[in-house]
C-alpha cells in the first residue's frame, strides 16, 4: 500500500527508499511481566522474527531502521532483554546491512548491548523530505514527512469492541504530513486512537487522518478518515 512517493506499509513495516522502519518492538516485555508477578509465555521474539521473515520475503532493502523502544525496561537490561536484542540484530545482519536504532523514551539503557554489535543509538534518522523520529518529544528542523511510532495506534469497532486492530495513521502535523506506524510487537495490540488522549505530542486531533489496517495476512487496506468510519 503505497502512501508517498518511495513509501510504503509493507506488513507492520513501512518500506522508505532502501530502508525498513519498524518501532516499538518492546523486546524482554514477559520478563519484566513475570519479575511483576504476571506469568506469560515468551513468545514475543519468535512471533517478531516470523513477521520480519514474511516480510524480506516480500521486499528487499539495505537498512533497517528501529524507530524506538526496541526494549521495554527503563532502568536496567533483563537477562531477556540481552538475549533477545541480540537475537534480533544478529538475525536482521543476515538479511541487511545496517541497523539503525533511534532513541524511545523506553530506551534509556540501550547502549551496553549496542556495543556488542558495534550499534549506535541516534536521536532521529533523516533523508530527502523524511525525518524518521520516535515521536514521544518535539524537535525543530522537521522535514515535509514525519514518521513517528510511540503512539500504538490501533482501531476498534462498537460491534466487536474486543477485536483492536493496528493501524497505520496518516494525517497533519503543522504542515508536515505525518505517518504513525503501529507497534511491530504481538504482546501489545495498541491504543485505540478514538479513545482520545493521545501519548505522542505530534498528534491531537485525528478526525482527518486516514486509517490504513493492517490484516492477518499483512496486507493494508485503506479505511478513509477516521470521522467517516463506523462506531
Ligand atoms: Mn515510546
Redesign the pocket.
Known amino acids: 500500500m503505497k502512501l508517498f512517493k518511495d513509501i510504503e506499509i509493507i506488513d507492520l513495516a513501512l518500506k522508505y527508499k532502501d530502508n525498513l522502519i519498524i518501532g516499538?518492538l518492546q523486546l524482554g516485555y514477559e520478563e519484566y511481566l513475570h519479575n511483576k508477578g504476571l506469568l506469560i509465555p515468551k513468545f514475543q521474539l519468535n512471533d517478531i522474527l516470523e513477521r520480519l521473515g514474511r516480510i524480506f520475503s516480500r521486499v528487499k532493502v539495505k537498512r533497517v531502521i528501529i524507530n524506538?523502544?526496541l526494549k521495554h525496561e527503563f532502568g536496567t537490561i533483563n537477562k531477556q532483554e540481552w538475549n533477545d536484542v541480540l537475537k534480533l540484530f544478529d538475525y536482521l545482519f543476515t538479511k541487511v546491512e545496517e541497523i539503525i536504532i533511534i532513541k524511545?523514551?523506553?530506551d534509556v539503557i540501550l547502549a551496553p548491548i549496542l556495543k556488542q554489535r558495534n550499534l549506535k543509538l541516534v536521536n532521529y534518522f533523516e533523508d530527502d523530505d523524511v525525518t524518521i523520529i520516535?515521536?514521544?518529544k518535539i524537535v525543530v528542523n522537521l522535514n515535509k514527512i514525519i514518521i513517528i511510532?510511540?503512539e500504538h495506534p490501533a482501531i476498534s469497532f462498537s460491534e466487536k469492541p474486543a477485536d483492536k486492530f493496528k493501524c497505520f495513521l496518516v494525517g497533519k502535523f503543522q504542515r508536515k504530513n505525518l505517518i504513525v506506524i503501529p507497534s511491530f510487537s504481538n504482546l501489545t495490540v495498541g491504543t485505540d486512537v478514538r479513545h482520545g488522549n493521545f501519548?505522542s505530542p505530534y498528534i491531537n486531533k485525528i478526525d482527518n487522518f486516514n486509517c490504513y489496517i493492517v490484516d492477518d495476512k499483512g496486507n493494508a487496506r485503506d479505511f478513509g478518515k477516521i470521522k467517516e468510519l463506523p462506531l
Open positions: 516499538d524506538g523502544d524511545g523514551n523506553h520516535h515521536g514521544d511510532a510511540h501519548l
